[in-house]
């Protein structure tokens, strides 16, 4: 039978798809800006007839009526990074969360300690010998839609066909729902980057060597950053995910690609994150290689790539140098997403920057602090951080007593709390 007979043969409503979930099923959610919204709905749907359906997913994007309150008892999420859309079902423990690297997140599916019995996934119509792109989530799907006994897939004409290892078989899919709408879109910094911002990017800009490889983030900070590069000369990208602002360098002549030590001339990348205008231009792009999480995050990997550049972002920092970038206080706000993942690797890599980035201030507090907030989780150990910036300026903590790390990490503080902060320093014994 030809892919084009098997594709036919398995094509059936959303409602129909998803009649194959069981009480007690453990899914996949495919997430990011690839969330199957209409498989989803008629999930939504027919969630009254089931009963402790588990979902697993990392960040998505949208609307997201299946962590309501309703759906207590019927469907529950884990999720492994928490999404805003999700915050306060988990804040309010009506949904789980299950930290893990994501480096290791479709490991957990592979490997058994999440066995899989149905994956949600959204992919680009098949190309001429049968294959489907996972489009513009591929590093965190493809893995545990390998490993899961039945695959729904959504079908959309909208989908970019991205390459790489971003390809899976009509063959391999057990139910097709053909849909054709738009991508939900992720601006970021649509508002415009604020004076703290810009001042923040400015610092980070001037860390980035000639030739580097970079990793950015996700949030403004990181987006901004790229608008302070076009100086540079034959910059790479590998990164877990990245947005709109990469396509102004590549049309500069900055971003190349050409002193790349893996992949050399190649963007890597998991997923993207932006606006239509992001996935048309990753559409059949050939400088774009989409791959999976568990191989683009490996620090080991990271590390191969000289120069390599990692930065990320934090919501506290201590005078040790620990950085929170999870949750607020014991409040679980967000993840460990791939922080760890590239601070370790761009620090193991040859002439590698990792730089850790926050305000020096929220609101009325200083986000430098004598100590985390507690119940804050570390995502960043003092032992692993290097670069940290706020708009004041640089902070080299590497090689640093924790005396030298207070005084560097007071000098980017926000001024109106350097003399208490300097207090307190003095009764911790640190100074």
């Known amino acids: 039978m030809s892919w084009v007979e098997q594709y036919k043969n398995k094509v059936v409503s959303a409602e129909e798809a998803v009649k194959n979930i069981q009480p007690g099923n453990r899914l996949f959610l495919t997430g990011n800006c690839s969330v199957p919204k209409t498989v989803l709905s008629a999930l939504v749907e027919r969630a009254p007839h089931l009963e402790d359906v588990e979902?697993?997913?990392?960040?998505?994007?949208?609307?997201?009526?299946?962590?309501?309150?309703?759906?207590?008892g019927h469907l529950r999420v884990n999720t492994m990074f928490i999404s805003p859309n999700n915050r306060k079902a988990v804040q309010e423990g009506r949904a789980d969360f299950s930290p893990v690297l994501l480096s290791e997140f479709p490991l957990l599916f592979k490997n058994g300690h999440l066995p899989l019995d149905?994956?949600?996934?959204?992919?680009?119509?098949?190309?001429?010998?049968?294959?489907?792109?996972?489009?513009?989530?591929?590093?965190?799907?493809?893995?545990?839609?390998?490993?899961?006994?039945?695959?729904?897939?959504?079908?959309?004409?909208?989908?970019p066909r991205t390459l790489g290892d971003s390809f899976i078989?009509?063959?391999?899919?057990?139910?097709?729902?053909?849909?054709?709408?738009?991508?939900?879109?992720?601006?970021?910094?649509?508002?415009?980057?604020?004076?703290?911002?810009?001042?923040i990017a400015r610092y980070i800009a001037e860390l980035i060597p000639d030739g580097a490889t970079m990793q950015m983030g996700i949030g403004a900070i990181p987006d901004a950053v790229l608008k302070y590069l076009f100086d540079k000369k034959d910059l790479g990208v590998h990164t877990e995910l990245f947005s709109d602002g990469v396509i102004d360098l590549v049309e500069a002549g900055v971003l190349t690609n050409a002193q790349k030590t893996l992949h050399t001339g190649k963007i890597i990348a998991g997923f993207i994150l932006g606006s239509k205008k992001l996935y048309n231009w990753v559409h059949n792009n050939p400088l774009i290689e989409f791959h999976r999480t568990e191989y683009v995050n490996d620090p080991f990997v990271i590390a191969k790539n000289e120069r390599m550049v990692a930065v990320n972002s934090a919501?506290?920092?201590?005078?040790?140098?620990?950085?929170?970038?999870?949750?607020?206080?014991?409040?679980?706000?967000?993840?460990?997403?791939g922080q760890l993942d590239f601070i370790y690797g761009a620090a193991r890599s040859k002439g590698g920057v990792p730089i850790i980035s926050l305000p020096s201030k929220a609101k009325s507090f200083s986000r430098i602090v004598p100590?985390?907030?507690?119940?804050?989780?570390?995502v960043t150990s003092r032992n692993h951080v290097h670069y940290?910036?706020?708009?004041?300026?640089?902070?080299?903590?590497?090689?640093?007593?924790?005396?030298?790390?207070?005084?560097?990490?007071?000098?980017?503080?926000?001024?109106?709390?350097?003399?208490?902060?300097?207090?307190?320093?003095?009764?911790?014994?640190?100074?």
């Open 55 to 72: 979902i697993c997913q990392a960040l998505t994007i949208g609307s997201a009526d299946y962590v309501s309150p309703a759906m207590e």
């Open 118 to 159: 149905v994956a949600l996934v959204h992919l680009s119509p098949p190309d001429e010998h049968g294959f489907c792109s996972f489009g513009v989530e591929v590093g965190l799907s493809k893995t545990p839609a390998e490993s899961a006994k039945i695959i729904i897939a959504e079908v959309n004409n909208q989908m």
């Open 169 to 199: 078989h009509v063959s391999k899919l057990d139910y097709i729902v053909p849909v054709d709408y738009d991508l939900p879109e992720l601006t970021m910094g649509a508002d415009g980057p604020s004076e703290i911002v810009e001042n």
């Open 315 to 337: 919501i506290e920092v201590d005078l040790t140098g620990q950085v929170c970038a999870d949750s607020i206080g014991p409040k679980l706000y967000s993840g460990v997403g």
């Open 371 to 378: 100590l985390l907030k507690h119940g804050a989780g570390v």
């Open 388 to 431: 940290i910036v706020t708009e004041y300026g640089v902070a080299n903590l590497y090689g640093k007593t924790i005396r030298q790390r207070a005084l560097a990490l007071i000098n980017i503080a926000h001024p109106e709390f350097r003399d208490e902060l300097t207090q307190q320093a003095k009764e911790l014994h640190y100074l």
